[in-house]
């Protein structure tokens, strides 16, 4: 079965300082991942996601996220965060082997303060 | 770029009294899915296509059908909604490839 944790409801940071939203997650096989981010009264914008290649990710808006297998974390980064980015943020995973189903974690609350 | 039309965006109905929210794409894309959003829960899958005539259920499915009769368009219908089916839905399209586009939600209260 697949499911995906954000141990964190609730992320603040400062603006400017480096930023890390968690996800872990669990599949039978391989993984397809994503983050998608949700503003306020919005639908989900798509950020990025890993299918192959570079465990190194670079996405929209200058978020970037990394594969690593052995952990099977897929966490969000950014270098320097903008109070623009307070929203919330959802990773989801899919077994490629599987049925067409993206499973989501329960999100990730970020605060960017000024 | 992909578009995905929900309507409508916002709906007040009453138990019981029988529901259709409509999706739309300007894509040609097989797959298209429902979710709906609850506090705490992310994301949850109810239905979901993968071309016309195939559908089949998510997570969630119960009190919800679907249909698919063109490619363009998966209509969620709620035969007789009850509270607990007040939500956020969303529709989505796309594959593995692209990504998968949103639509901008449907805001349901059943009272």
């Known amino acids: ?114 | 770029e992909a578009q995905v039309t929900q309507n409508p965006r916002y709906l007040i109905t009453v138990t019981g009294k029988k529901l259709t929210v409509t999706c739309s794409q300007n894509m040609n894309h097989e797959y298209m899915s429902w979710y709906r959003q609850d506090p705490g829960l992310g994301l949850r899958q109810i239905y979901y296509s993968m071309n016309v005539e195939v559908t089949d259920k998510g997570d969630v499915p119960e009190g919800y059908k679907v249909s698919r009769k063109e490619k363009r368009n998966f209509p969620l219908i709620l035969e007789s909604p009850s509270p607990n089916q007040t939500s956020l839905y969303f529709c989505a399209i796309g594959n593995d490839i692209y990504g998968y586009t949103f639509g901008s939600g449907t805001r349901l209260t059943v009272v």
């Open chain 1, 1 to 114: 079965a697949q499911s995906v944790a954000q141990p964190e409801d609730q992320v603040n940071v400062a603006e400017g300082n480096p930023l890390t939203v968690k996800c872990t997650y669990s599949v039978s096989g391989n993984p397809y991942l994503f983050w998608y981010v949700q503003y306020p009264n919005r639908g989900l914008q798509f950020l990025l996601k890993y299918i192959t290649g570079d465990n190194l990710v670079k996405g929209s808006y200058g978020f970037e996220a990394e594969f690593n297998k052995s952990q099977t974390s897929f966490h969000l980064k950014k270098p320097s965060a903008l109070v623009s980015d307070s929203a919330l943020y959802f990773c989801a995973v899919r077994e490629i082997a599987g049925a067409n189903n993206l499973f989501f974690g329960t999100g990730t609350r970020l605060t960017v303060i000024p």
